[in-house]
């Protein structure tokens, strides 16, 4: 999927392999648990790793807590959002 967005910012990001590189910064609505919400984004590949997308801690901050002993708290997505999620991988 091909899109256009302006560019907010450029940010230098460290990976969890100590890699530091520019990102580019875009703006984004994502919907947690039915609810919007404006996060910025920085971007890179991740073709080749596990997930995706990863929600940063400014994404979450002073809306969510994370409880690492639990997964799903707010439902699991249904069957075919998954399919769509993995189709576009």
Known sequence: VEVSVPLVD???VTS???ETTTRPVVMAVIELDG???EIELTL???DDMG???LLGRKAMEGRYL???SHSYLTGRPDLAT???NR???
Do not use: K, L, N, Q
């Open 10 to 12: 450029e940010r230098s």
């Open 16 to 18: 969890s392999s100590g």
């Open 35 to 37: 609810r919007p919400h």
């Open 44 to 46: 890179t590949r991740r």
């Open 51 to 53: 997930f995706r997308m």
């Open 66 to 68: 994370v409880d690492p």
């Open 82 to 84: 998954r399919r769509r």
């Open 87 to 89: 189709s576009s991988a």
